[in-house]
Nanobody, 122 residues
Framework: QVQLVESGGGLVQAGASLRLSCVAS????????MGWFRQAQGKEREFVAV????????QHADSVWGRFTISRDNAKNTVYLQMNSLKSEDTATYYC???????????????WGQGTQVTVSS
């Protein structure tokens, strides 16, 4: 069992930066691939980024490539999402999730956080 708690969301202007954090409970954090997803109001949940257990592999969605960066610190049981050059279309609830597979499909993920809201004003 893994419990995930996100933080770091907020209201910012376009062009600003935010860093989201997701802290995992338990001693098995390094056993999981970690992903970030987002869901805008009225839209389906979409993949943002995934990082492998060791951090050696990363993948970002085309929509955020070059602006967002996923990273992790296994000693702190934490995964991060650094978001730069934010746009109004990045407005959404952001969720972190844990999976045994390295995967960009939300169906692969076994555990989810409660989400943190990011709102970007233009």
């Amino acid at each position: 069992q893994v419990q995930l708690v996100e933080s770091g969301g907020g209201l910012v202007q376009a062009g600003a930066s935010l860093r989201l954090s997701c802290v995992a409970s338990g001693r098995t954090f390094s056993s999981y691939n970690m992903g970030w997803f987002r869901q805008a109001q009225g839209k389906e949940r979409e993949f943002v980024a995934v990082i492998s257990r060791s951090g050696g592999m990363r993948q970002h969605a085309d929509s955020v490539w070059g602006r967002f960066t996923i990273s992790r610190d296994n000693a702190k049981n934490t995964v991060y999402l650094q978001m730069n050059s934010l746009k109004s279309e990045d407005t959404a609830t952001y969720y972190c999730a844990a999976a045994t597979d390295y995967c960009s499909d939300y169906g692969c993920y076994d555990y989810w956080g409660q989400g943190t809201q990011v709102t970007v004003s233009s």
